[in-house]
């Protein structure tokens, strides 16, 4: 594995690592303005990675396909939604702002559901990186290595504000400032091992590519309907969600289509 593909993978958890890390300086709980605003952004930039880093280079390796091009992207696009939904219900987790758990009921503490909840969000994104990583290691034409990176930039762009969501939350419900850090990186590290054990077995998902990229679209997006725009909506109304997922989006975007 070459050194640039290490450190394509291990970009989006030093995001959320960063994140964490603003535990330290930012002695006040977020407002629900701001949570608003960086959940909009989040969703932003995971829906233009869905489809602009994945299921439009999906589609395209498909093209003598034809009229059918589509398929594999809508067949792999739905095995990630159910495989996100099987994971939703077996997996106890508590979203922010949540009273209530979802999944199977478990004696678990408020606090180890929380950080769940934001591992569970972050296992597509690891798998999105794997996927395209293993495809630009593979030599195929469509995924570059400026596209590969432009998606792990996206991502950690997101997890930046996502790690400060789970570390400052965890600390205001009692944990002390360095575990609520620790906590926050933890629940990123699912990343890099996901999208590890992808390139490492990318001779399995290299003849499947498309189903495999659109699988981890449909992952990541279960997470921004599922999760983060019920998370913008929530309570007071305000506009600062839909401004940022507009943010989120063009930057994704721009960065697919600057750096592919």
């Given at each position: 594995m070459t050194g640039k593909v290490l450190i394509g993978i291990l970009i989006p958890f030093l995001g959320t690592a960063l994140g964490s890390a603003c535990v330290f300086f930012m002695k006040k709980e977020l407002s629900n303005k701001v949570q608003k605003a960086l959940a909009g952004f989040a969703s932003g930039v995971m829906v233009a990675a869905s489809i602009w880093s994945l299921i439009i280079p999906a589609m395209e390796q498909c093209?003598?396909?034809?009229?059918?091009?589509?398929?594999?992207?809508f067949i792999g696009f739905w095995l990630g939604i159910l495989f996100l939904l099987f994971l939703d219900s077996v997996i106890p987790h508590l979203h922010l702002n949540a009273d209530k758990a979802e999944g199977p009921r478990a004696k678990l503490k408020r606090?180890?559901?929380?950080?769940?909840?934001?591992?569970?969000?972050?296992?597509?994104?690891?798998?999105?990186?794997?996927?395209?990583?293993?495809?630009?290691?593979?030599?195929?034409?469509i995924i570059t290595a400026g596209g590969a990176l432009a998606l792990a930039l996206g991502i950690a762009i997101q997890n930046f504000p996502?790690?400060?969501?789970?570390?400052?939350?965890?600390?205001?419900?009692?944990?002390?400032?360095?575990?609520?850090?620790?906590?926050?990186?933890?629940?990123?590290a699912v990343e890099p091992i996901g999208a590890l054990l992808i390139i490492l077995t990318a001779g399995f998902f290299v003849p499947v590519m498309p189903y495999f990229l659109c699988f981890a679209a449909g992952a990541m997006m279960y997470?921004?309907?599922?999760e983060l725009i019920p998370e913008m909506s929530e309570g007071e109304h305000s506009n600062i969600g839909v401004v940022m997922f507009a943010v989120g989006?063009?930057?994704?975007?721009?960065l697919?289509?600057?750096l592919g």
């Amino acid at each position: 594995m070459t050194g640039k593909v290490l450190i394509g993978i291990l970009i989006p958890f030093l995001g959320t690592a960063l994140g964490s890390a603003c535990v330290f300086f930012m002695k006040k709980e977020l407002s629900n303005k701001v949570q608003k605003a960086l959940a909009g952004f989040a969703s932003g930039v995971m829906v233009a990675a869905s489809i602009w880093s994945l299921i439009i280079p999906a589609m395209e390796q498909c093209e003598s396909m034809g009229r059918l091009s589509f398929l594999p992207a809508f067949i792999g696009f739905w095995l990630g939604i159910l495989f996100l939904l099987f994971l939703d219900s077996v997996i106890p987790h508590l979203h922010l702002n949540a009273d209530k758990a979802e999944g199977p009921r478990a004696k678990l503490k408020r606090t180890t559901m929380m950080v769940l909840a934001v591992t569970l969000h972050n296992i597509p994104e690891g798998m999105a990186v794997g996927v395209v990583y293993a495809g630009f290691i593979s030599g195929n034409d469509i995924i570059t290595a400026g596209g590969a990176l432009a998606l792990a930039l996206g991502i950690a762009i997101q997890n930046f504000p996502e790690g400060a969501i789970i570390s400052m939350p965890l600390r205001a419900e009692g944990k002390s400032t360095g575990k609520a850090f620790l906590d926050g990186v933890l629940s990123g590290a699912v990343e890099p091992i996901g999208a590890l054990l992808i390139i490492l077995t990318a001779g399995f998902f290299v003849p499947v590519m498309p189903y495999f990229l659109c699988f981890a679209a449909g992952a990541m997006m279960y997470v921004v309907v599922e999760e983060l725009i019920p998370e913008m909506s929530e309570g007071e109304h305000s506009n600062i969600g839909v401004v940022m997922f507009a943010v989120g989006f063009t930057i994704m975007m721009a960065l697919d289509v600057a750096l592919g």
